[in-house]
């Protein structure tokens, strides 16, 4: 049996529970990249996720290298665009280090709609919040990137609630996403209100680094008690590890969708087991006390 990607709603668009993101998408060859990319839309993560700043590392060419391997690949097969929903996200600027002020971000559009060769990005993300940028000037550029037709939607990445907040008081378009670290290991968007915020708003949570950054899969500098539950979860569902962590985060009720950074077809291809993963309220309560490492009150 082909396990059904679950979707969910952002924004205009319904995208798969699941996306592929592009932070590790560089130094491939065409072929390649086109594999990678075709692998995830068959996987039904039709959700894309880049950004500007990335390519500074992974091996990648330098700033803007993500976008441009997946700008080749939508050359290569004009029918992947349509299939897919294109997220960037702009407003890094190494050495400064954070620059959301109106210039800036029309340029940083500008640029990643030249270098991913589209007419217009699907989700537009602020991709940190600038301290020294007043949210009414952003807000009056995501405005103005949403009315020329530059972007369909927006949204931020990496702001706390309170942020979110003075952001969205200034707009008269509804930021549809943010994108906060969140795993078994990174409990904070549970804790800080971001999740409920999410809920509030109506806002998609686009989790980033679902895995620890791989330190579910291998077990390092996971809290033992954790390695250990999450274990015996997955022995009692006969899944893996990872597929216990990744099915705690899509647990939520907030409807978090996981951005998945592997590159490896395979592992794109298993990804889509999580959805056949059901655990049940005791688990998840088991798995939130061995993350805390201390029983709830």
């Known amino acids: 049996m082909v396990t059904k990607m679950e979707t969910t709603g952002l924004g205009p668009f319904q995208v798969g529970r699941l996306a592929f993101g592009c932070w590790r998408f560089v130094g491939h060859d065409l072929p390649t990249a086109v594999s990678i990319v075709e692998t995830a839309l068959e996987c039904g993560m039709n959700l894309v996720d880049t950004a500007d700043v990335y390519g500074l590392d992974w091996g990648g060419e330098g700033f803007g290298a993500a976008e441009e391997l997946l700008g080749r690949v939508l050359r290569a097969d004009p029918a992947i665009r349509e299939a897919m929903v294109v997220a960037t996200k702009g407003g890094i600027v190494p050495g400064v ?4 002020s109106p210039g800036h971000l029309r340029a940083a559009c500008e640029a990643s709609l030249r270098r991913l060769g589209v007419d217009v990005i699907d989700l537009y993300q602020i991709h940190r919040p600038d301290l020294y940028t007043h949210p009414a000037e952003v807000a009056e550029t995501l405005e103005e990137l949403v009315s020329t037709g530059k972007v369909r939607s927006v949204g931020v990445s990496n702001y706390l609630p309170h942020q979110v907040e003075a952001l969205q008081a200034h707009l008269d378009i509804p930021l549809v996403s943010i994108q906060p670290e969140f795993s078994v290991v990174h409990l904070d968007p549970m804790k800080d209100g971001t999740l409920d915020l999410c809920m509030r708003l109506d806002m998609t949570p686009l989790v980033w680094s679902p895995l620890g950054g791989g330190r579910v899969v291998t077990g390092d500098g996971m809290r033992t008690e954790l390695t250990v539950t999450l274990d015996g979860i997955a022995a009692r569902h006969g899944v893996d590890r990872s597929e216990v962590a990744l099915a705690f985060v899509l647990a ?39 993350a805390q490492g201390e029983p709830l009150p």
């Open 97 to 100: 280090p954070y620059d959301s």
């Open 252 to 290: 939520h009720p907030s409807r978090p969708v996981a951005i998945l950074g592997t590159q490896n077809p395979d592992r794109l291809r298993r990804s889509v087991r999580v959805f056949e993963v059901a655990l049940t309220r005791s688990d998840l309560y088991e798995i939130l006390e061995a």
